[in-house]
């Protein structure tokens, strides 16, 4: 695991455990992770004694948490067999400080093996791995199936999931009476994600809860979103707030792109200063052969053959970011950057522009220096003052969130009797690790304390 993401599933596991002492019922054992990648979040959290589900639609990312997963069961049944003492096996305990959740727990298990003054109990997690492509329906339904086979969630000296929960922990209830209580976790769900899983919160909280009506409950959320450009044009806005006024906002794909930046970073130190002027200058020297490619590339595309820039649609790219002629140069290498003679180089045969054939049409500025110079100083600081809008763009989307998510809490329980939520945007990362998305939506009853 990168430092970048030990941080995260560290300060992300340890505030989940932590929100979760506050639960003072000690119900809630169940956690979905969308989009959990290679699972290190979820590994964490069944470490924490947490049944996980976890859900990813990369077969690829599920099977490599699967071989994970394999690799610390054995490693854990081997320090087990060694008869290493609880001590020595922090991972698999609940981890608590609150005095008043531990006399409860303390009563409540009576295997309670107490390794150190913060930990008050063990219980054993469970991880549940599967491949799925999660949209609002899905989500539903694939956490229903889940709580509803036990049988399959079970692991060495575990019970039955709902059995687990239902008969062990919460006085003898029945599916019937009581939903089980879920908390929903993702840490980076990129794109329409986020706003997908608050739906499914959302509509789960709406539901009533009379009994057999649902399986399982919405309890609590902590979601840390990314990629604001794949996120769907409906997914901005979505409070009432922001959709009702005049004009309408709107974040065109170009300005989603520009939310990834994050110009307080930039120079934290050497590596990051010099990544930081490397990738204003790909900007810059892009933009400096636009003019050429454009009038140029298209002539030279269709005589090789090669894609021509109607093969893009045009329309299609207004307003993102983009260019098919800069589409058709696509990806070059870091070294391709060196300087401007390299870059050109580089660009013109991938693209097939033959400059020595059109001199006399180039702009002055391709081969005088003095002249380019000055303009990729003004290209670049228009760069740089479009970067130092990113923050204020991610600040408008989560904004917008958090807003949405409010409405519909306080419009729901006008009408319903469950217990009245939070809504709160955490400063979960420190973004000097590396962790640029490090905000977190967290959805929790009212009656937890906020945490800071
Ligand atoms: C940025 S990665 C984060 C992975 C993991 N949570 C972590 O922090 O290491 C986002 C993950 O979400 C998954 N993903 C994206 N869209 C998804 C969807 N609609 N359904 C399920 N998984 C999705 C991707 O396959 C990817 O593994």
Redesign the pocket.
């Known amino acids: 695991m990168s430092p970048k993401?030990e941080h995260?599933v560290s300060r992300m596991s340890e505030y989940i455990d932590q929100l979760l002492c506050s639960d003072s019922t000690d119900t809630l054992h169940h956690v979905v992770?969308?989009?959990?990648?290679?699972g290190?979040?979820s590994r964490a959290l069944q470490n924490l004694g947490f049944h996980v589900l976890a859900?990813?639609?990369?077969e690829i990312?599920t099977s490599g948490a699967e071989r994970w997963k394999a690799k610390e069961a054995a490693r854990m049944q081997k320090q087990f067999k060694r008869g290493k003492d609880a001590q020595s096996l922090p991972d698999s305990q609940h981890h608590c400080n609150d005095p008043l959740f531990q006399s409860h727990v303390a009563t409540s298990v009576p295997s309670a093996s107490i390794a150190s003054k913060n930990i008050i109990h063990s219980r054993t997690g469970s991880l549940t791995h599967q491949t799925?492509?999660?949209?609002p329906r899905t989500l539903e339904s694939s956490i229903h199936d889940w709580l509803l086979s036990g049988e399959d969630n079970q692991i060495a000296g575990c019970t039955n999931m709902i059995g687990d929960l239902l008969v062990d922990r919460t006085e003898r209830r029945t599916p019937e009476e009581k939903p089980v209580p879920v908390m929903m976790v993702?840490?980076?769900?990129?794109?329409s994600?986020t706003p997908?899983v608050l739906r499914v919160f959302l509509s789960n909280y709406r539901r009533p809860s009379a009994p057999g009506i649902r399986i399982w409950t919405a309890q609590a959320l902590v979601v840390v979103g990314?990629?604001y450009n794949l996120m769907a044009s409906e997914d901005f806005p979505l409070s009432r707030s922001l959709r009702e006024r005049v004009p309408v906002a709107t974040l065109p794909l170009s300005s989603r792109h520009l939310a990834a930046q994050i110009p307080s970073q930039w120079l934290r130190n050497e590596t990051s200063a010099r990544e930081t002027s490397l990738a204003i200058r790909k900007v810059v020297f892009r933009a400096l052969l636009q003019p050429v490619l454009e009038k140029f590339g298209a002539l030279e595309a269709s005589a090789n053959h090669a894609a021509t820039s109607s093969s893009y649609n045009v329309e299609e790219l207004r307003g993102v970011g983009q260019t098919p002629e800069n589409r058709r140069l696509g990806k070059l290498p870091d070294a391709a950057y060196k300087d401007w003679e390299t870059f050109l180089d580089r660009a013109t045969s991938k693209t097939g522009v033959r400059l020595d054939q059109i001199a006399t049409q180039l702009p002055v500025y391709i081969h005088d220096k003095r002249r380019r110079m000055q303009l990729e100083s003004a290209l670049s600081v228009l760069h740089v003052l479009r970067c130092i809008m990113g923050p204020l763009i991610e600040s408008l989307i989560l904004l917008d969130r958090h807003e949405w998510v409010r409405e519909e809490l306080s419009r729901s329980s006008e009408t319903q009797e469950s217990s009245p939520m939070d809504v709160e945007l955490v400063n979960l990362f420190d973004q000097a690790t590396g962790s640029g998305r490090n905000v977190a939506i967290v959805i929790k009853p009212c009656e937890w304390p906020n945490m800071i």
């Open positions: 993401k995260e992770d969308v989009g959990s990648g290679q290190y979040l859900l990813d639609s990369n990312q799925i492509c999660i949209n993702a840490l980076h769900a990129c794109g994600l997908d990314c990629c």
